[in-house]
């Protein structure tokens, strides 16, 4: 696709349950970000991927997350045990070389 | 710690004048700057950016200052326009600072509103 895809683009769980967020980055693009907004919050951080490999994972806040990426193309992240203040947006961006980062537009999380 | 910071969470302009967006930051390795506009529902796309060897970067109705002694960053748009309504996020880059490769520190953002 001609942008950076991000699927479900709302997802309502129950505490405690795990989630699933997909992204599917432009094409060609080897760089891919995750970064969550949190309600009146900037861009947090949680983690880079170069190709298939995750050389910062820094920004992950617990062990409950984890994310990885296949192909060198499209991108997982999985909350494990989801917790209400993992309510957020969750945005996905991806870059080639030193290019601007280009964003989806995001998945909205809602832990109820 | 927050590396960068936008201490106006909104901000309210007549349509047709200008617009001054504040960014200030303490990390004095930061060597590139980067504004981003966000409308609701979507991702922040890219505006305009300055590297720390420049003071001034223009483009169209955009110009981004760069302030290095201060450590302040200033986003302007003139004239303003409805569709100039958004989020907008500063954002900073350098090495070792965080944040993956291309390492982005963002601040919170600023709600830019536009009225008729």
């Known amino acids: 696709g001609a942008g950076v895809s991000q699927s479900p683009s709302n997802k309502v769980t129950e505490k405690g349950k795990d989630v699933e967020l997909r992204c599917d980055p432009i094409?060609?693009?080897?760089?891919l970000y995750w970064y969550r907004q949190s309600l009146g919050q900037g861009l947090e951080f949680l983690i880079y991927?170069?190709?298939?490999?995750?050389?910062?994972k820094s920004g992950l806040p617990s062990d409950r997350f984890s994310a990885e990426r296949t192909g060198g193309s499209v991108s997982t992240l999985t909350i494990q045990r989801t917790q209400q203040e993992d309510s957020a947006v969750y945005l996905c961006?991806?870059?080639?070389?030193?290019?601007?980062?280009?964003f989806g537009n995001g998945t909205r999380l809602t832990v109820t | 710690d927050q590396q960068v910071k936008q201490n106006s969470p909104s901000l309210s302009v007549q349509e047709g004048r200008i617009s001054i967006l504040n960014c200030d930051y303490t990390?004095?390795?930061?060597?590139?700057f980067l504004w981003y506009k966000k409308y609701p529902a979507e991702g922040p796309t890219f505006l305009i950016s300055?590297?720390?060897?420049?003071d001034k970067n223009e483009d169209g109705r955009f110009t981004v200052f760069l302030n290095k002694s201060a450590k302040h960053l200033s986003l302007h748009i003139v004239p303003s326009q409805p569709g100039d309504s958004a989020v907008y996020f500063c954002?900073?880059?350098?090495?070792?600072?965080?944040?993956?490769?291309?390492?982005?520190?963002f601040g919170k953002g600023t709600h830019l509103i536009i009225q008729p």
């Open positions: 990390n004095s390795m930061f060597d590139y």
């Open positions: 961006a991806s870059s080639q070389g030193a290019s601007p980062l280009h």
């Open positions: 954002a900073a880059r350098g090495p070792y600072s965080g944040g993956g490769a291309d390492g982005l520190t």
């Open positions: 094409s060609g693009h080897t760089a």
């Open positions: 300055i590297s720390s060897i420049k």
């Open positions: 991927f170069q190709g298939n490999s995750a050389p910062d």
